[in-house]
């Protein structure tokens, strides 16, 4: 079973041009499942039904997996058994009919503009300092994910031009403009620290360790964490937080969702969509600023009862007998 697992892991770092981080997602999510059906003594992938599958997603619901997790695995196991149809390795899809947990689409973690002028303020004076304010600037100014900020090379990043190319998931292209601070940071992380660390070497990454490697996520989710202590942020913080915090301080300061989703590299806009809902307060504010009918009318004062005593007589008396 193992064999055409890896079949598959090949068809998508050659065919479709999956990340590392994707595909060995991609290898857990499987080498689980086997785990499993091997226990069941389920020894072929002809031998899988959609019973033992129902099973599985039931185990692993006992085992407490997040929803999201139990979602991931089912679709891992969907675009598996559709790669051994294609290939002919299996008469029918033992999938097709599975449904996955209802998922609760959580609002993502965001920073306001206080807590990131903070944290971007927080690396100090120093050689070390420069680069990861580079950094965290390059990461605010741009909403790149921190895989496609740890894997840029010198020649993607046009100084002049204000702008970076990135390649995304699927290694799709996309062009990402990059704002005055975050193009001053880089400049000074390149001329004054990259270069004493690189030396003669051919390294390319833009963002390198004092070994004059390329930054590891590992080391830079360190990096994030210690400034944010040291910035006084309280909220779990993330590489991705700066992302989200990114999409949602343009949208709420009038960006239009299509050039927000462009900039993010979202296949697919309803995945942008989820910052609108961290914008609606503004939305409302604009609303009843802008809307000659938006606010409420204050009530008009109620008049005296001897007013409308005398309005009552006047109009008995008037009153055609």
Do not use: C
């Not at 031998?47 to 599985?56: C, E, F, M």
């Not at 702008?163 to 992380?189: C, N």
């Amino acid at each position: 079973m193992q064999k055409e697992i890896s079949m598959f892991l090949t068809h998508l770092v050659v065919e479709r041009g999956l990340s590392d981080h994707t595909v060995a997602a991609y290898r857990r999510d499987l080498t689980d499942l086997v785990s499993f059906l091997e226990n069941r003594e389920i020894q072929s992938w002809t031998l899988v039904d959609r019973s033992a599958l129902k099973d599985y997603l039931y185990d692993i619901h006992q085992r407490g997996l997040a929803s999201s997790t139990r979602a991931r695995r089912l679709a891992a196991m969907k675009t598996f058994f559709t790669f051994m149809l294609q290939e002919t390795q299996l008469e029918k899809d033992p999938t097709a009919l599975l449904d996955g947990p209802r998922q609760s689409r959580l609002l993502p973690d965001i920073l306001n503009v206080e807590e990131v002028a903070a944290l971007l303020e927080s690396p100090p004076r120093t050689i070390v300092g420069l680069r990861d304010k580079a950094m965290l600037e390059t990461l605010y100014a741009s909403g790149i994910r921190v895989s496609e900020l740890l894997s840029l090379k010198l020649d993607q990043v046009q100084l002049q031009q204000a702008f970076m190319k990135v390649m995304g998931k699927g290694g799709k292209e996309r062009i990402v403009p990059l704002g005055s601070q975050a193009i001053e940071a880089i400049e000074a992380y390149v001329t004054k620290a990259r270069s004493r660390w690189v030396g003669h070497s051919r390294e390319n990454h833009l963002f390198v360790n004092q070994k004059g490697k390329a930054m590891s996520r590992q080391g830079f989710w360190k990096i994030l964490k210690s400034y944010a202590l040291k910035a006084g942020i309280t909220k779990e913080i993330s590489p991705h937080t700066l992302r989200h915090s990114f999409a949602t301080h343009l949208l709420a300061n009038g960006a239009d969702i299509r050039s927000v989703q462009e900039m993010l590299g979202h296949a697919d806009i309803s995945t942008t969509q989820i910052y609108t809902h961290l914008t609606t307060g503004r939305i409302r504010e604009v609303y009843d600023r802008s809307h000659p009918r938006a606010l409420l009318k204050e009530p008009e004062k109620e008049t005296n009862n001897n007013d409308s005593a005398e309005f009552e007589q006047k109009s008995h008396h008037n009153s055609p007998r």
